[in-house]
C-alpha cells in the first residue's frame, strides 16, 4: 500500500485502542511482566530488582518512543527553525525517575510495582549512571536538553556515545585511583540503535583538483573511512507530549576502511585493524578544563562534527532545495569550542560538495553558528597543533587558512597594519608549534558568543577576548548558567517537592519556577518551617546512613552538614576548606570543656574526582583522608567534627547529597569560576551557600541578599593586585600555624605533603588561599551562630528556596532561545 494508505490505517487501529500504551497501573503492571518474559527473558514468576528495572524501563521505553515519533512527525510537519545543541559531552545520570515524573506516571508505576511485591525507590537505584561527561559543562548540556524538551522547543542534541564514561573514583589508603566506568556492560534501555542511521566519516588523505563545468573543484580522497552509527535517547519534557532527542554517535568499522590491508592478503590483521575503528568513541578524556593538542581528541571531536552535520543537512535537504534557507531553518549551538570544526565542516560541504560560490557559504555559515564559552584564562583555551590537523583533515586546514586570510584582510581595513593586533587575532598561531586557535575561528564565524554568568561576559570582554570585543562588541552576550527543578527538586527531593506545592497551592512551579517566589511570604510561617526541617531532616539522615555504609563513619543529623562536592581544582579550593577544617580541629582541640560545649557540631563532606594526571588535585584527595583519619579518630573531638569524604561523585550521588545539606561550599578564587551550577541544585534544596563573589554566585547573591548567605574573600577586581602583592603580607597568623601543621607532618605523609604546602608560600599563593583565609574563618563563625538560632536558619533556608528560581534552565534556555536562536516553541498537539 501506498504510505500515505499505511499512516490512515494505522492512525485508525491507534483510534480503537486508544493509544498503544496506557498508562494506569494494570496496564503498565501488564507491559512490565510482558517486558520480563519476552525482553528480559526471565520468568514472570521470578525476577530480580534489576530484572524490575530493566522491564519497568523498557515500559517506560515504550512510552518514549511513542511519544518521540509524534513529536518528529509534527516537527517534520510544521517544519520549524530548529536547534541543534553540539556539546562533546552530556552528563545524563539515572534516566528512570526522570523519565515517569517528567511523563506523569511515577505514582503509577510505584503502584504497578507494588502489586508485583516491588519497591519503586529500590527499583530505580538499580539503575548505573549515564556519566558521558566530566562536571558543570556537561551536566550543563543535560539540564538544557531538559528544559528544550519541557518548553516545546524543537531542538536536538548531538553528541558521542562513549562506551567508557567518566572513570569511577574508588580510593584506598585515601589515594584516589581510577577504574573504568563500561557503563553498557548491563545494556542501556533508554537509547535506540539506528542501524539504518549511518554515515562515512572520513580522516586523513590528500587534497586533490578537479574540473567540474570547467571549474577547478577541491576533491579531498581519504585515507581512512568510519563509520558513525546514530544511538537515539528520547528527552521527555514535562507537561506535555513533546519528546527530543538526543543523538549519539558510536564508531565503527566501515566497509570501505583501509581496503589495501585486505587486498594485501593479510586477512587476521586487516579485521585487527577495522576494528580499531571502534576507538574513536571508546572513551571520554577525564580533564574538564583542557584538551590540548591530542590526535584522538580531534578525532573524536570531527568524528561527532561530521555525523552530525551530515544527518542535519540531510534532514534539511528533505524538504529544501535552497541553501540560502539554511539558517531559516537551523541553528547550530556550539557547547564551547569543542564541536568548532564544525564551521570548517560546513564550509567544506557548501564549498565543495554543493558548489556554492566561498562568499555564499560564508554568508549562510556566519548566521548558523553561536558559541557558549566556558573558559576564564586565555592560556585555557583550545588550540590545535597545524601538523595534526593537516594531517587527519587536509581539507579543513585549508579552508581555516582561507578563513583567516579573509579574516585578517578585513582587520586591515579596520585597525591599518597593526601586526600585533594582527598576530594576536589570527586564527593561526605561529610560534614553535603553530597552531589553530579554535577560539578565535569560532569567534570569526559566531554571530553571537555567549558567557556563562555576568561577570563571565565581563572576562570575556575584557580578558580573554578583548580584542574580539572591540571589533564586535554587539556579538557579545551572557546567559546566566541554570540547572532544571525538575531533575533537582522533584526527583531528588519528593518530599521538598510535595512541601512547595503544598504551600503554594499548585504545582505549576514545576513548570513555572518563578512561583517559587511565593514561598517569601511564608518564610516566617512557623507550621512551614516545622514542616521544612522535618523534611530536611529526614534528607539528612538518608544521607548519613549512606556515609556509613561508604565510610563506615557515623554522624549524628544534628551536626551541621557542610558539604563542598564538585571536580577537585586547585582553583576551587578544597584545600582552603581542608585548612579551615584543621583549624577549627586545632581550635577544639585548644578548648576546655566548657568552651567545648558551646561548639556547633559539624559533619564537613568533600567529594569529587581529580583528573587521573592532576597531582595536585590527587595530593588535595589524599590530605582530605589523613586529615580525617586523625579527626575522626580523636576522641577529644567526637561529634563536634567530623571529616568525610564521599568517593565518585556523580549525578546520582548529588542527588542524595544535595537534599542533605545545610551549607555548602563554592569557594573558588574570585575570577576562575565561569559560573557554577551546583550552586544552584543547593539553593534550590534550601541549602545555605558559603561562597565567595565569583560566577553566577555575584547574581545569586542579588537574587536572595547577602543576609541570606555566607560572602567571603577578595573581589574580582581586586585579585589581580592582590597577586602583585603577594599573600604573605595579608594571610592571618593562623594561616600559617595550619599549614605548617601539615607540613611538619601532623597528619602524616610530610614528604608527599610539602609541595601542596609550597605552593602556599608567601608569592607562590597563586589562589590567594592565605589572603582570603581570615575572611573565610569570618564567614564560617557567622555560619555556626545562624545555624543555633533555628528560627533565622530555617527562614534562610526558604529564602534561599524561595529565590532559586532565576537559576533555573528554563529561564537560561528561555533566553537563547529568543536572544540567539531565534526559535519559537513548536507543541505538538495529541
Ligand atoms: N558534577 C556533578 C555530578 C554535578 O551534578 C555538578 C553540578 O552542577 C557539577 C559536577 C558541577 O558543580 P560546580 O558547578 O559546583 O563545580
Known amino acids: 500500500p501506498e504510505s500515505g494508505e499505511r499512516r490512515g490505517k494505522a492512525e485508525r487501529l491507534f483510534r480503537l485502542m486508544d493509544g498503544f500504551r496506557r498508562n494506569d497501573p494494570v496496564s503498565l503492571q501488564k507491559d512490565i511482566l510482558d517486558h520480563v518474559e519476552f525482553t528480559v527473558a526471565r520468568s514472570r514468576f521470578n525476577f530480580d530488582d534489576f530484572e524490575a528495572y530493566q522491564a519497568l524501563s523498557h515500559s517506560i521505553r515504550d512510552r518514549l518512543i511513542e511519544r518521540w515519533h509524534d513529536t518528529q512527525q509534527y516537527f517534520k510537519r510544521k517544519d520549524p527553525k530548529r536547534l541543534y545543541f553540539l556539546s562533546l559531552e552530556f552528563l545524563m545520570g539515572r534516566s528512570l525517575s526522570n523519565s515517569v515524573i517528567n511523563l506523569g506516571i511515577r505514582d503509577n508505576c510505584a503502584d504497578a510495582l507494588n502489586q508485583l511485591g516491588f519497591e519503586f525507590e529500590v527499583v530505580a537505584e538499580q539503575e548505573g549512571d549515564g556519566a558521558l561527561g566530566n562536571g558543570g559543562l556537561a551536566r550543563l548540556s543535560a539540564c538544557q536538553m531538559d528544559s528544550l524538551a519541557t518548553m516545546d522547543f524543537p531542538a536536538w542534541g548531538y553528541g558521542l556515545r562513549y562506551q567508557y564514561g567518566l572513570f569511577r573514583q574508588v580510593i584506598f589508603d585515601g589515594f584516589q585511583y581510577e577504574q573504568p566506568d563500561y557503563w553498557l556492560n548491563f545494556g542501556n534501555p533508554w537509547e535506540i540503535e539506528r542501524v539504518h542511521v549511518s554515515y562515512a566519516v572520513k580522516f586523513y588523505g590528500n587534497v586533490e583538483e578537479e574540473l567540474l563545468n570547467g571549474e577547478k573543484c577541491k576533491v579531498w580522497v581519504p585515507g581512512e573511512m568510519v563509520e558513525a552509527v546514530a544511538y537515539d535517547n528520547p528527552i521527555p519534557g514535562y507537561g506535555t507530549r513533546n519528546t527530543i532527542n538526543l543523538r549519539l554517535w558510536a564508531a565503527k568499522p566501515s566497509d570501505q576502511h583501509d581496503m589495501e590491508s585486505f587486498n594485501t592478503g593479510d586477512y587476521i590483521n586487516a579485521v585487527i585493524n577495522r576494528q580499531g575503528a571502534e576507538t574513536i568513541s571508546s572513551v571520554l578524556y577525564p580533564d574538564d578544563r583542557s584538551y590540548q593538542g591530542k590526535e584522538l581528541r580531534l578525532k573524536q571531536q570531527y568524528f561527532f562534527v561530521s555525523a552530525s552535520l551530515q544527518d542535519i543537512i540531510r534532514r534539511f535537504k528533505d524538504s529544501h532545495s535552497n541553501f540560502d534557507e539554511f539558517p531559516d531553518k537551523v541553528a547550530l549551538q556550539l557547547n564551547d569550542t569543542h564541536p568548532s570544526l564544525a564551521i570548517p565542516e560546513v564550509m567544506r560541504i557548501l564549498v565543495d560538495e554543493e558548489h556554492l560560490e566561498w562568499s555564499r557559504a560564508w554568508g549562510i555559515v556566519c548566521k548558523l553558528f553561536s558559541l557558549t564559552s566556558h573558559t576564564v584564562l586565555p592560556e585555557g583555551l583550545e588550540k590545535v597543533p597545524v601538523d595534526l590537523l593537516g594531517s587527519l583533515l587536509p581539507r579543513h586546514l585549508q579552508i581555516i587558512y582561507d578563513i583567516n586570510f579573509f579574516f585578517m584582510e578585513d582587520l586591515k581595513k ?113 507550621d512551614l518551617q516545622q514542616e521544612w526541617n522535618m523534611v530536611r531532616r529526614v534528607n539528612k539522615m538518608r544521607l548519613a546512613e549512606y556515609i556509613e555504609t561508604m565510610s563506615g563513619i557515623k554522624v549524628s543529623p544534628d551536626a551541621m552538614f557542610d558539604v563542598q562536592t564538585k571536580r577537585i581544582h586547585e582553583y576551587k579550593r578544597q584545600l582552603l576548606n581542608l585548612l579551615g577544617i584543621i583549624h577549627r580541629y586545632d581550635c577544639i582541640k585548644n578548648m576546655n570543656m566548657n568552651e567545648r560545649r558551646k561548639v556547633v557540631p559539624r559533619v564537613c563532606i568533600i567529594g569529587g574526582k581529580a583528573a587521573p594526571g592532576y597531582e595536585i588535585a590527587k595530593k588535595i584527595i589524599k590530605l582530605c583522608h589523613a586529615v580525617g583519619e586523625k579527626i575522626n579518630n580523636d576522641s577529644d573531638v567526637g561529634d563536634l567534627l567530623k571529616l568525610v569524604f564521599i568517593p565518585d561523585y556523580n549525578v546520582s550521588v548529588a542527588e542524595l547529597v544535595i537534599p542533605g545539606s545545610d551549607l555548602s561550599q563554592h569557594i573558588s578564587t574570585a575570577g576562575h569560576e565561569p559560573s557554577g551550577t551546583g550552586s544552584m541544585k543547593f539553593l534550590m534544596n534550601g541549602c545555605l551557600l558559603l561562597a565567595t563573589a565569583d560566577g553566577s554566585t555575584i547574581e545569586i547573591i542579588e537574587e536572595i541578599g547577602e543576609d541570606n548567605m555566607f560572602t567571603f574573600g577578595a573581589k574580582v577586581h581586586e585579585v589581580p593586585a592582590l597577586r602583585e602583592k603577594g599573600s604573605a603580607l595579608t594571610a592571618p597568623l593562623q594561616f600559617a600555624r595550619v599549614v605548617r601543621m601539615v607540613r611538619d607532618g601532623y597528619f602524616g605523609f610530610k614528604d608527599y605533603f610539602k609541595s601542596l604546602c609550597d605552593a602556599l608560600d608567601g608569592n607562590g599563593d597563586f589562589y590567594l588561599l592565605g589572603h582570603d583565609f581570615g575572611s573565610y574563618l569570618e564567614a564560617q563563625a557567622e555560619a555556626d551562630k545562624a545555624f543555633v538560632d533555628r528560627e533565622k536558619w530555617t527562614r534562610m533556608s526558604i529564602l534561599s528556596t524561595a529565590g532559586s528560581g532565576r537559576f533555573s534552565s528554563d529561564r537560561t534556555i528561555g533566553e537563547y532561545a529568543e536572544k540567539t536562536w531565534g526559535i519559537e516553541p513548536c507543541r505538538c498537539p495529541f
Open 414 to 526: 579596520h585597525f591599518g597594519l597593526d601586526y600585533d593586533r594582527l598576530s594576536r587575532m589570527s586564527i593561526v598561531e605561529e610560534g614553535a608549534v603553530k597552531s589553530i586557535r579554535m577560539a578565535n575561528l569560532s569567534i570569526v564565524c559566531c554571530h553571537t558568543v555567549n558567557g556563562v554568568s555576568r561577570v563571565h561576559l565581563e572576562l570575556l570582554k575584557t580578558r580573554v577576548f578583548k580584542d574580539f570585543y572591540e571589533l564586535w562588541p554587539q556579538k557579545f552576550q551572557f546567559k546566566t548558567n541554570g540547572v532544571t527543578q525538575r531533575r533537582w527538586i522533584v526527583v531528588s527531593n519528593p518530599s521538598l517537592c510535595s512541601l512547595i506545592s503544598k504551600w503554594l497551592g499548585t504545582e505549576a512551579w514545576i513548570r513555572d519556577v518563578d512561583l517559587l517566589l511565593g514561598l517569601r511570604e511564608h518564610a516566617a510561617n512557623a
